[in-house]
């Protein structure tokens, strides 16, 4: 069983408003990835992490950011939600770059 | 750039056999693999294919043509439980780049 935690699972705030969506992992991957997916809908990659001090944008422009500070944490940021970032973000590690081990994921809802 | 294309929807009936077919255009291709996605839940890993053939693990399989560009996900002995969206994904440059999924497949299964 994966131990990859993403908290919160669900949240509903207003817009303007600055969030962090955190994701925790404890097998030491050094891999790490955040996908973006609308209920249905394809994932889409919105950043990853090689590894700690190391981002990267993925192929859906996004207005948030990451860190890489600690090997087991890559949390999420929004400065200023809108209702267009209503979706689900979903946190991934890996190992290797195509087996991923996926968090339960965080349901933003901005009204 | 890469193109992955599969399915949007097939229905089977419980007990039988389906076939979910994946076709990808890629450079530096690497691998190829299948997840699978509850409604409302994270993927989950299926299997991996790097060399041609078919890998089985249970009650699915999976099988790459490298030269095709072409993968199946083939599923056995249906039960309810595997009504979900399959996707494919594809990973090129020796794993250096992340994984790339396909829209995916939603499947459902009828009695």
């Known amino acids: 069983e994966a131990d990859i935690y993403q908290t919160p699972r669900y949240l509903v705030i207003g817009t303007g408003k600055k969030i962090t969506l955190e994701c925790s992992q404890t097998?030491?991957?050094?891999?790490m990835y955040w996908y973006q997916q609308d209920p249905g809908m394809e994932l889409h990659l919105i950043h990853y992490s090689y590894g700690v001090n190391s981002t990267e944008k993925g192929d859906l422009s996004s207005e948030s950011t990451v860190s890489r500070i600690r090997t087991e944490h890559f949390p999420l940021t929004l400065e200023s939600a809108r209702p267009s970032h209503t979706s689900q973000y979903l946190c991934?590690?890996?190992?290797?770059?195509?087996?991923?081990?996926f968090g339960e994921g965080s349901r933003l809802t901005v009204l | 750039g890469q193109n992955i294309d599969q399915p949007t929807e097939m229905t089977a009936t419980e007990g039988a056999i389906v076939q979910i077919n994946c076709t990808y255009q890629t450079s530096g291709f690497n691998g190829l693999f299948w997840y699978q996605q509850h409604a409302g839940e994270a993927p989950t890993f299926l299997s991996y294919n790097v060399l041609d053939g078919l890998e089985e693990k249970g009650r699915f399989s999976s099988f790459l043509s490298r030269s095709k560009g072409y993968s199946y996900l083939l599923l056995k002995e249906l039960q309810m439980k595997d009504s979900a969206s399959y996707l494919c994904?594809?990973?090129?440059?020796?794993?250096?780049?992340?994984?790339?999924f396909g829209k995916g497949t939603r499947l459902s299964v009828i009695a």
């Open positions: 994904a594809v990973i090129r440059n020796s794993g250096n780049t992340p994984l790339v």
């Open positions: 097998m030491g991957h050094d891999k």
């Open positions: 991934a590690s890996s190992e290797y770059a195509g087996e991923l081990f």
